[in-house]
T-cell receptor, first 113, second 120 residues
Framework: DVKVTQSSRYLVKRTGEKVFLECVQD?????MFWYRQDPGLGLRLIYF???????EKGDIPEGYSVSREKKERFSLILESASTNQTSMYLC????????????FGPGTRLTVL | AQTVTQSQPEMSVQEAETVTLSCTYD???????LFWYKQPPSRQMILVIR????KQQNATENRFSVNFQKAAKSFSLKISDSQLGDAAMYFC?????????????????WGLGTSLAVNP
């Protein structure tokens, strides 16, 4: 059974802290994605990666960075967390095929105080 | 730039009835892919159904089917015999045909979602 896991379901951090959100997939997928989901705004792409060490900015990359050192792992980093980064963060992965769907993790609800 | 519009933020349906969720998109591409995803409350997003634009036949998955109107750029989702477990947020998404330098082609363009309630 395919699986995308995220390191935490709930996370509470303080303003200015460095935050790491980790995502691991076990499907040998080339592509991995980080989204944030906010009510009324749908899913917004932060960054994605189509290969190890490769990354591309999504629609809202400001305040975030990513790391993909291994194919199965894609990390989202908030260098200095701010209250406006309180959100639900979703990780997804997909294979290289054109019709391949994205498989999602359970999400991390991050609260920045 | 491509956009995806879901004009119904919220909908409701009686159990066992049929409901149709609308999705329109804007693109100048001729080859692309369309998806409907479902996100149940506090649960993971999963794919419901997908459609290749070059296929005229509408995709069907059990009680879920689409009405794909390429000329009208419309991709609605029909849920037949609605069940309580169908209550969820439904998202429509678009992806262009992948090219040589896929880059941003890999990403999905998402609608804002439709929240579906199923009444017993």
């Amino acid at each position: 059974d395919v699986k995308v896991t995220q390191s935490s379901r709930y996370l509470v951090k303080r303003t200015g802290e460095k935050v790491f959100l980790e995502c691991v997939q076990d499907m040998d997928h080339e592509n991995m994605f980080w989204y944030r989901q906010d009510p009324g705004l749908g899913l917004r792409l932060i960054y994605f990666s189509y290969d190890v060490k490769m990354k591309e900015k999504g629609d809202i990359p400001e305040g975030y960075s990513v790391s993909r050192e291994k194919k199965e792992r894609f990390s989202l980093i908030l260098e200095s967390a701010s209250t406006n980064q309180t959100s639900m963060y979703l990780c997804a992965s997909s294979g290289a095929g054109m019709l391949n769907e994205q498989f999602f993790g359970p999400g991390t609800r991050l609260t920045v105080l | 730039a491509q956009t995806v519009t879901q004009s119904q933020p919220e909908m409701s349906v009686q159990e066992a009835e049929t409901v149709t969720l609308s999705c329109t998109y804007d693109t100048s591409e001729s080859d692309y892919y369309l998806f409907w995803y479902k996100q149940p409350p506090s649960r993971q997003m999963i794919l419901v159904i997908r459609q290749e634009a070059y296929k005229q036949q509408n995709a069907t998955e059990n009680r879920f089917s689409v009405n794909f109107q390429k000329a009208a750029k419309s991709f609605s989702l029909k849920i037949s015999d609605s069940q309580l477990g169908d209550a969820a947020m439904y998202f429509c998404a678009y992806r262009r045909e992948l090219g040589l330098y896929a880059g941003n082609n890999r990403k999905l363009i998402w609608g804002l979602g439709t929240s579906l309630a199923v009444n017993p």
